[in-house]
């Protein structure tokens, strides 16, 4: 059965799942006003009151939605796509269809695949490169901390591993918060299109994919050295959690901050050093997890005020909600805490000249630059801040972590001796 136009519209924020229960919602309103309702609860509905080009108009002290309905009807009786109503009464041009991607890499893969592929996000791949950066970070400090130094063949290896497995477990992750947000994401603009949520990919589907996901992630896992696989597991808890914590905390940004953070410490298993035993790199491990949970906190602050509108109407939680008129105050206070760990870090492991300059100096310009210029009301300019942010902070202390590398390996700090002999 074909949905009827107005009952679209009706749907938008307000989340009525059908038109039974649209019935019964303007069936209490009309009691309240003292009207016989069915007749014309079910007039609403179909547009029958009067008939569809009717110009008799409901009593003026109709509930005003449904006096919104009649207004809409006699005004386009032939328009087909309604307005969108909002908490307020307030009517908006209507949100615009799904249409396929025409360009990009989702324009040539299989039509039948496109829905999955955007479901793990593949178009939009900045959120794998801040899941991956954490493991680079973690990579090239804990090879200036093995013994010997490692080898750059053995950091490339694990560096490519490593993002392999950001690439799955960040698609397994965006499955796993789609899934929870299947009820949410339809009444936010910015997601209702996405492939669960418009219905191009059914729960059931999405569950047996994740599965799919998670096992070629252990696959990636396996690849490491073994104990990888112990340090990793405990993750898993936050990946499920995280979009849990959206209806229970203002803070789900802090448990993102936990999930995206994690790969800051599995580098040093990966090249064989035991955390457990060694504990400059348990300290170094933690300090640089520590600063990258405050780093997730705040590129997800200024994401989240994307969405502040639909998240304050779906009854979804966020730091950006909770702190709103001070964000700014709060980004400043992150970006110190992140760069002071890092720096932290950089002195429990040892690190040089390169680090402190490279890493720590270009996080700060980086971290000030974006604080001050981003514009947080505007949609587009918070969305450019959080892709670029990525390459401005995130490269900027993956460059300087990789020159103090290849000064230590070259000794170049030892006057060209050479680490490896």
């Avoid at 005003?64 to 032939?78: K, N, S, W």
């Avoid at 990258?292 to 966020?318: C, E, F, Q, R």
């Amino acid at each position: 059965m074909a949905t009827n136009p107005l009952l679209q519209t009706l749907r938008g924020p307000l989340a009525l799942p059908n038109s039974s229960r649209l019935a019964n919602i303007l069936h209490g309103s009309f009691r309240r006003h003292q009207f016989s309702t069915t007749k014309h609860v079910n007039a609403a509905i179909s547009g029958k009151e009067g008939g569809a080009h009717s110009s008799q108009p409901f009593p003026s002290h109709f509930p005003p939605l449904v006096a919104r309905v009649h207004q809409y009807r006699a005004i386009h009786p032939h328009q087909s796509a309604a307005p969108t109503v909002s908490s307020q009464g307030a009517t908006s041009d209507a949100v615009p269809a799904y249409t396929p991607p025409t360009s990009g890499l989702l324009s040539v893969i299989p039509k039948a695949a496109v829905p999955y592929a955007e479901l793990i996000r593949l178009d939009k791949p900045t959120g794998t490169y801040y899941l991956f950066l954490p493991c680079l970070f973690s990579t090239l400090v804990s090879a200036t901390m093995a013994t010997p130094i490692a080898t750059p063949a053995a950091v490339l290896g694990t560096t490519a591993l490593f993002f392999t497995g950001a690439l799955v477990m960040r698609g397994a992750g965006c499955t796993i918060n789609d899934l929870w947000d299947r009820n949410l994401d339809p009444h936010v603009a910015r997601t209702r299109l996405r492939p669960i949520a418009r219905k191009a990919i059914s729960p059931q589907a999405a569950v047996v994919f994740t599965g799919g996901q998670l096992l070629t992630g252990l696959a990636v896992l396996l690849s490491f050295p073994f104990e990888c696989f112990w340090y990793a597991t405990p993750s898993l808890l936050f990946v499920a959690t995280y979009p849990l914590a959206k209806r229970v905390t203002h803070y789900p940004q802090f448990v993102l901050g936990l999930t995206f953070s994690w790969g800051a410490m599995m580098g040093f298993p990966a090249l064989g050093i035991d955390l457990l035993s060694n504990q400059a790199a348990l300290a170094s491990a933690t300090l640089l997890y520590s600063s990258n949970v405050a780093w997730t906190v705040l590129y997800d602050m200024i994401y989240a005020h994307m969405d502040i509108k639909d998240d304050a109407k779906a009854g979804i939680k966020s730091i950006a909600l909770k702190h709103e008129k001070e964000t700014k105050a709060v980004l400043t206070g992150l970006a110190t805490v992140q760069v002071g760990l890092l720096t932290a870090c950089g002195l429990t492991a040892g690190m040089g000249p390169v680090f402190f300059v490279g890493s720590c100096g270009s996080a700060a310009v980086a971290l000030g630059t974006m604080i001050w210029r981003v514009q947080l009301k505007e949609v587009k300019n918070c969305w450019w801040w959080f892709k670029n942010g990525c390459w401005f902070t995130g490269g900027g202390i993956a460059l300087g972590l990789f020159g103090e590398y290849l000064c230590q390996y070259y000794g170049l700090y030892d006057g060209g001796k050479d680490e490896t002999s």
